[in-house]
């Protein structure tokens, strides 16, 4: 890889700094934040309470074990990340670091992750974070991306798990607000990623990942975006009905529901132009970041404030 696209993507010369941006890179620090965000809320949200140093040990545990998912998956998609424009710059098809080198951070990650989790938090937070990483190598990496158009659908329970986990890590127990945050997420991460696979049909086809709009097409793929929008829209409702969630969730709520929903429904009626990317895509999938972030900040705001 030449040094001027290393250093155009941010990579320094020095040997050093290059690979600790490297290492940082894969362990998909902009999805981990989102991680760690909502993990950070089921925690802050639980009835109990625990020393402060163990909040940020926690947190450092998710972050960990999120990144580990994340280097693994890397790891097993080499070729896929070296096919696709959106991921050909990641730091195994720059050359930054090797296969071996991701794998051995992840395992490692992971492992730090669990031992932290079980030393400052609990036997039911430690089993849910290892669940969650388990479930995100071996059946959404290894099994389900490259077989199915579900992949999505099904994998995505991986990603809604934080908020249980830190729900769990503060009261070792299961409730109605934190599987509420599950059901949220799990519902919020087909329409978010089936939006990139809108905008990026073309690399997903040219990497053979069977992402809905390749096999089926984007016009379905924009119709189960808005089935799935709907479904999210119901579900963003879910925490109200538990008694330490007030008015200020609720509209906080409906007035995100009302942008996601106009947004879809502009999505389902934008146009597709022959070999040129379809921008809506890509501006609803950064929506539902915003969605999501701004959901959960409702969840905390209206309990800081009630």
């Known amino acids: 890889m030449e040094v001027k696209t290393l250093l155009e993507e941010g990579y320094s010369n020095n040997i050093f700094l290059r690979k600790t941006k490297g290492y940082y890179e894969l362990m998909k620090p902009r999805v981990m934040s989102l991680v760690i965000f909502t993990a950070f809320t089921g925690m802050f949200l639980a009835p109990d309470q625990i020393p402060i140093l163990n909040y940020l040990i926690i947190i450092v545990a998710v972050a960990l074990g999120a990144g580990s998912s994340a280097a693994i998956n890397m790891w ?75 992949n999505i659908v099904i994998g995505g329970a991986a990603g809604a798990i934080p908020p249980i986990i830190g729900w769990t890590s503060v009261t070792p127990e299961i409730s109605l607000l934190p599987l509420s945050m599950f059901v949220i997420i799990f519902f919020w991460t087909p329409p978010h990623f089936w939006a990139l696979s809108v905008y990026r049909c073309n690399d997903y086809a040219k990497a053979k990942v069977p992402m809905l709009p390749n096999v089926s097409s984007i016009e379905e793929t924009k119709k189960q975006i808005i089935f799935y929008s709907v479904i999210l829209i119901a579900s963003s409702y879910l925490p109200y009905i538990d008694r330490g969630v007030g008015l200020i969730y609720f509209v906080i709520a409906t007035i995100l529901n009302f942008f996601l929903l106009n947004n879809a429904i502009k999505l389902k009626k934008s146009k597709e132009k022959k070999s040129i990317p379809n921008t809506e895509g890509l501006k609803f999938f950064a929506l539902t970041i915003f969605y999501l972030f701004s959901l959960f900040a409702g969840l905390l705001i209206d309990h800081v404030i009630m």
């Open 76 to 150: 097993f998609d080499e070729d896929i990340d070296r096919t696709m424009e959106r991921t050909k710059l990641r730091p195994i098809p720059l050359g930054i670091v090797s296969k071996n080198e991701a794998l051995v951070l992840g395992i490692l990650t992971g492992t730090v992750s669990l031992i932290l989790m079980q030393w400052f938090s609990n036997s039911l937070a430690t089993s849910l974070l290892l669940f969650t990483i388990l479930f995100y190598i071996f059946i959404y990496t290894f099994w389900l991306k490259r077989t199915t158009s579900l």
